[in-house]
């Protein structure tokens, strides 16, 4: 790439996390749903949850977000069955501090590093956590 060339806003493995995100969708019976919104892009995430023994045992999203958050939901839904309220929020001051600058890795929720082309694009940060977020509020609730 030239110099003084900015690179694509968005990488390929960036759009095709975004366009496979799983459990798009609403689910037909909930024990409960957050709602959540970034202050900082305006993206919005409702995640409706079934749980059960403190654990989510699945869940159903609905994004209005941009790729990066697309992506990030689709990382976050791939392995949310199962967590736990104190995984939840490791993997959310884990992806925090990496995001910031503070940790040199994204922490041990799986494939996190794909989002490593919005590290440099701290308005889309909001974006990325907006999920994680969601998942540390449905697990509160059932807690």
Same mark, same amino acid.
């Given at each position: 790439?030239?110099?003084?060339?900015?690179?694509?806003?968005? @990488?390929?493995? &960036?759009?095709?996390?975004?366009?496979?995100?799983?459990? #798009?969708?609403?689910?037909? !019976?909930?024990?409960?749903?957050?709602?959540?919104?970034?202050? @900082?892009?305006?993206?919005?995430?409702?995640?409706?949850?079934?749980?059960?023994?403190?654990? #989510?045992?699945? &869940?159903?999203?609905?994004?209005?977000?941009?790729?990066?958050? !697309?992506?990030? @939901?689709?990382?976050?839904?791939?392995?949310?069955?199962?967590?736990?309220?104190? !995984?939840?929020?490791?993997?959310?001051?884990?992806? !925090?501090?990496?995001?910031?600058?503070?940790?040199?890795?994204?922490?041990?929720?799986?494939?996190?590093?794909?989002?490593?082309?919005?590290?440099?694009?701290?308005?889309?940060?909001? =974006? &990325?956590?907006?999920?994680?977020?969601?998942?540390?509020? =449905? #697990?509160?609730?059932?807690?």
């Amino acid at each position: 790439m030239a110099a003084g060339v900015k690179p694509p806003p968005y @990488t390929r493995d &960036i759009l095709r996390l975004a366009a496979s995100i799983p459990h #798009l969708c609403r689910l037909e !019976q909930e024990d409960g749903a957050v709602e959540l919104r970034s202050p @900082t892009c305006g993206s919005r995430i409702r995640m409706g949850y079934r749980s059960g023994d403190g654990v #989510l045992s699945a &869940i159903g999203v609905e994004v209005e977000v941009c790729a990066y958050g !697309q992506a990030a @939901t689709c990382l976050m839904a791939r392995h949310a069955a199962g967590t736990t309220v104190a !995984q939840a929020k490791t993997a959310l001051s884990d992806l !925090q501090g990496w995001l910031d600058g503070v940790r040199g890795d994204p922490g041990d929720w799986p494939d996190l590093a794909l989002l490593e082309p919005g590290r440099g694009r701290m308005g889309r940060h909001g =974006a &990325i956590l907006l999920p994680f977020r969601a998942l540390v509020a =449905a #697990l509160e609730e059932i807690s």
